[in-house]
Nanobody
Framework: QVQLIESGGGLVQAGGSLRLSCAAS????????MGWFRQAPGKEREFVAA????????GYGDSVKGRFTISRDNAKTVVYLQMNSLKPEDTAVYYC?????????????????WGQGTQVTVSS
């Protein structure tokens, strides 16, 4: 069993930056592909970014490519999402997810564990 706890969300002005963290407990995060998803009110959950177990491969949703960066520190069992040049349309609850022995899928249903989410609000 893995517990994922997100932190780092908050209110920021458009053009600003935030760094989200996802701390894992229960098992070493190095055995999991990790992903970030987000969900805005009235919308479906959207893929944001994913990273392979080693960190050697990453992937991004089209709407965040070039602005967001996913990284991981397996020694500290933490996954990060650096978000730059934030836009009001980035406002959502951001969720961290873990995929057992995974590569970091873009598909939410392929993930095995989820955090509770952290709110990100970008004002215009």
């Amino acid at each position: 069993q893995v517990q994922l706890i997100e932190s780092g969300g908050g209110l920021v002005q458009a053009g600003g930056s935030l760094r989200l963290s996802c701390a894992a407990s229960g098992r070493t995060v190095s055995t999991y592909g990790m992903g970030w998803f987000r969900q805005a009110p009235g919308k479906e959950r959207e893929f944001v970014a994913a990273i392979s177990r080693s960190g050697g491969n990453t992937g991004y949703g089209d709407s965040v490519k070039g602005r967001f960066t996913i990284s991981r520190d397996n020694a500290k069992t933490v996954v990060y999402l650096q978000m730059n040049s934030l836009k009001p349309e980035d406002t959502a609850v951001y969720y961290c997810a873990a995929q057992i022995m995974g590569y970091g899928s873009r598909t939410a249903r392929e993930y095995d564990y989820w955090g509770q989410g952290t709110q990100v609000t970008v004002s215009s």
